[in-house]
């Protein structure tokens, strides 16, 4: 990693300059992009030598030329500079530093949402960034000095005003993002992955080529390959180039849906081409493993669908080859994005339940599960691999601790054409006494809060999507006059605190997938967090045979 240093005082005391580093410096570190040193004294603008990117996140304070001067020549030689929010109001007298950022600072309104745009959506920067998004943070208005290109703006009073941009100076670059006024802005994704991507670009990283995409299955199950081609065609930097499927009426469909695309009827034949960077697998689960070997034997990066394999020891026998080829390998657990469950997480994680002990999950429903694939459980794993793939992970995000014991039950009463237990209840117990409590299947007539989280000061609930709650969270408060309720909707994509992204869920995934094949960002599923579900699933099963609690078959 590159060796940095941030700047972070607010000599006026407007800003938050200790989360500020602390925020930054962790976050390029867990993107293996620098590790920042801490400076605070004005000194650190004469000593540059050392360092290969400084980071400024400061209020007015007094430069002299000397300090303005030598920080220029540091970037004239090759140095990384990023600016970030109260950087461009600091040092406001001089005209030297100014000059280097490009503009002088000229005021703000008060802290409020607004709309920023992506003015530039071909640079590296912003090439996944979505066209808009809402942030509440403080506007900056600038009077630009030279010459810089604009990636982002907003409005105000009618006026088209820069959020950011970047410049060359001599051999070094400089980066500015008017964003990150306080802890809560700072921690807006937007303003991590800009910040990121933007002294990625500082630092003269290029990005790696496009990636060609190919897909492995092209059957009709929930309309599943359309739907990953259509994300592949969604993502910039992402290009779908093959397909193939044992059927070849699949891949006749295929030629239609996506003109242009190679397709194959022969997995071998698929895995030898060349021109395939990433193989997405979307067949039956039993065949996950198998297939996803071969794809990495002949050097493609992997995405599974979910669940990640059938039992706990493929799992580490894919990982284990992945990790000594060099490969990427993930899991399209896509659900982590689910729009519930991220609003469910931001009350928790919040603290206004205090402690959350339990989580319930309500993933059943009654009629009979038809006859295809799924209904048998040598192929599919059987019922809690199908939704548990979901409930399961969604539980270990929420809960970081280690899953000590998973007890289950299963019950076989109506559907007696079908294989798959009709119904099936899942409960883990982490290190710190937490459970997780899962109900499946096909034969509950009645329902029940599809989420529910009990804290020690309060309590959550996520009501099924057809009942007069849907869309909302019913709160619960504790205090000195007994239980209080409050129903707290989901706000639309980008319209307040309890909004993730203006992207779909899924395009999220996508784009981190993205980022991290071309930019070197991390993987947005490891395959390790995905292994841990399939080992707490099959722990379930066994206990649902043994009548006794079992411990994870991988953790």
Known sequence: MHKGLMFARSFGGFHPADAAYQVVSTELARRGIATLERGTEMDAFTSLSRYELLVIYADRGEMTDDQAQSLTAWVEGGGALVILHGGMAAF?????????????????????????????????????????FVTEDELYTVAPRGDFHTLLEATYLSQAVPISWVRSVGKGRVFYLGLGHDASAMTNR???DLTCHGTRWALGQQPRPDVRLGLVGYGSAFGMSHYHGTLAGATPGLELVAACDLNPKQMELAARDWPGIRTYTDTNEFAADPDIDLALVIVPHNVHAPVAHLLLDAGKHVMTEKPFTITGAEAAGLIDKAEAKGLTLTVFQNRRWDRDYLTLRQAVDSGEIGQPYLYELFLAGYGHPTHWWRSVTAVSGGLMHDWGAHGVDWGL????????????????????????????KLVARFQGGQLLDIEFGSLSASRKAYMRVLGSEGAIEVRPPHRDLSGSLLVYHTGDHGVSEELRPYRPKGKGPYSWSEWSEVEVLYRRLADHLILGDPVPVTPQSAARVIGVIEAANLSAQSGQPEKPTYW
């Open 397 to 424: 995000n929420l809960f970081p601790d280690d899953v000590t014991a998973v007890s289950a039950w299963t019950q076989k009463r109506r559907w007696h054409d079908v294989d798959v237990a009709d119904a099936a």
């Open 92 to 132: 406001g007298d001089n005209t030297i530093y100014h000059d280097l950022v490009g503009a002088d600072f000229t005021g703000h309104p008060p802290r409020m949402p607004f709309t920023v745009r992506t003015v530039d959506g071909e640079h590296q920067i912003t090439r996944r960034a979505p066209e808009s």
């Open 190 to 192: 937007h303003f991590l």
